[in-house]
């Protein structure tokens, strides 16, 4: 749940798939959807062999990823407060490419941007289930079931793109309230995150 509103709030990920989508069509949308989420692997890899050591040598360090994961939603909440609500749907931007170009654009805005491996590290760690199972099983779990759940959310707005676009043209005060979910599920993840036990 926690992932499937992150993935409907708005931000530049499902903004650049909605305006693929209304420039280009749905398959340009979904080549784009495609490289985004496969970009989540490699940050799920990342912090999956990075953090499990950390959580396994140490219960006040895995203490502080959970401060630090907490600090960081709750700034993030503060970030999205300050800024405006209007949602830009600029199409100029976007000229049509080739499939795989769009999938690799996708892929390439994903890993290299270090915020999402830090998004991981603060979001992750509270949501470990299992004594049994490893960490970096877990680790994989959480990441497939965040990749499943962006997946299910870019694609349909890659296929309602027109649909979507004319409301948000039709209501621009939905941007505030979309502004105002963003708010309220960083703070809440923040607080269960908080909450949360090793």
Same mark, same amino acid.
């Given at each position: ?9 708005p931000?530049?990920d ?18 784009? +959807? ?7 692997? +490699? ?16 219960d006040? $360090? ?8 907490a600090a960081y ?18 199409q100029?931007?976007?000229?049509a ?13 994903n ?20 004594n049994?199972?490893?960490? +970096?099983t ?5 990441g497939?079931l ?26 621009p005060?939905?941007g505030?309230?979309?502004k ?7 703070i809440?993840?923040?607080?269960? $995150?908080?909450?949360?036990?090793k």
């Amino acid at each position: 749940m926690a992932s499937a509103a992150l993935a409907i709030s708005p931000g530049p990920d499902n903004i650049f798939v909605l305006t693929q989508s209304i420039s280009n069509g749905v398959k340009s949308g979904l080549a784009t +959807v495609a490289g985004l989420v496969s970009g989540c692997l +490699v940050h799920t890899t990342l912090l999956a062999f990075g953090i499990s050591e950390i959580i396994k040598r140490s219960d006040s $360090l895995f203490f502080g990823i959970k401060l630090f994961g907490a600090a960081y939603l709750i700034y993030l909440a503060i970030m999205v407060y300050r800024s405006g609500s209007a949602i830009s749907l600029d199409q100029k931007v976007n000229p049509a490419k080739g499939l795989s170009k769009l999938f690799w654009k996708g892929f390439t805005m994903n890993v290299l941007n270090p915020k999402v491996t830090i998004f991981f590290l603060a979001f992750f760690p509270g949501f470990l289930f299992s004594n049994e199972l490893s960490t +970096v099983t877990q680790f994989y779990v959480l990441g497939l079931l965040f990749m499943l759940s962006a997946f299910v959310v870019f694609s349909t707005i890659a296929f309602l793109a027109g649909s979507i676009s004319s409301y948000l043209l039709k209501y621009p005060n939905t941007g505030i309230y979309l502004k105002w979910l963003q708010i309220v599920v960083f703070i809440g993840i923040a607080i269960y $995150l908080f909450l949360s036990d090793k």
